[in-house]
């Protein structure tokens, strides 16, 4: 079965720094997606940023990038410069197309909170 | 540009009583549609997918059935809900499968 994992169910960070999310999945496939989506107090999933897992480059969105290791099958989140309204749950989302008939599979999801 | 939008909201609905859930989408043809369950502070469960009118593929057994009568329409019902039943419902679209997800702004339903 496919499975995620989200080590951090809670993390917090000052305004401004730096903070990084992590994620790891498990998957014999080549070729597939991967998402981070934020789900703040309002409750809808919204995408933050998407990588492709056969390019070696690593993915960014404004003050958002990603870190993916392949062959570790890790896929952790940066956000630099962090604001109020960055504040939500964030879910990692391999999409695998042999986890659940190539549905994505999401992880725990992990709590973050913006201090100001 | 293509929009979901799926209601009612907000549910609060007796133990026995019936349930259904409304999604649509607009802007595209043939969507992949799916409704997930999230439990209080959980992630997200796959409850149903579909591929096409009439075609519903179920992630868990359980107490819910979903049916897309249209190509745009998917809808999320029960005949006796279950205390177990409550929760964020939250209805998707995707163009293709293993693919990016857009989301509803979700319904709480609240089984008292």
């Known amino acids: 079965a496919q499975t995620v994992t989200q080590s951090q169910p809670e993390m917090s960070v000052q305004e401004a720094e730096t903070v990084t999310l992590s994620c790891t999945y498990d998957?014999?496939?080549?070729?597939?997606?991967l998402f981070w989506y934020k789900q703040p107090p309002s409750r809808q999933m919204i995408l933050v940023i998407r990588?492709?897992?056969?390019?070696?480059q690593n993915a960014t969105e404004n003050r958002f990038s990603v870190n993916f290791q392949k062959a570790a099958k890790s896929f952790s989140l940066k956000i630099s410069d962090s604001q109020l309204g960055d504040t939500a749950m964030y879910f990692c989302?391999?999409?695998?197309?042999?986890?659940?008939?190539?549905?994505?599979?999401f992880g725990k999801g992990t709590k973050l909170s913006v201090k100001p | 540009s293509q929009t979901i939008h799926q209601w009612p909201a907000t549910l609060v609905q007796p133990v026995g009583s019936p349930l259904s859930l409304e999604c649509t989408v607009e802007?595209?043809?043939?969507?992949?549609l799916y409704w997930y369950r999230q439990a209080a502070g959980r992630g997200l469960q796959l409850l149903f997918y579909?591929?096409?009118?009439?075609?519903i593929s179920s992630e868990v057994p359980q107490n819910l059935s979903a049916s897309r009568p249209q190509d745009r329409q998917f809808i999320l019902s029960s005949k006796k809900l279950l205390l177990s039943d409550s929760g964020f419902y939250l209805c998707?679209?995707?163009?293709?499968?293993?693919?990016?997800?857009?989301f509803g702004e979700g319904s709480r339903l609240t089984v008292l």
């Open positions: 998707a679209w995707s163009r293709r499968r293993a693919g990016e997800l857009f």
């Open positions: 998957t014999s496939e080549n070729n597939y997606y």
């Open positions: 990588q492709e897992a056969y390019k070696q």
């Open positions: 989302a391999p999409g695998t197309y042999g986890g659940s008939q190539g549905n994505l599979i």
């Open positions: 802007g595209t043809s043939n969507p992949n």
């Open positions: 579909s591929v096409g009118i009439g075609q």
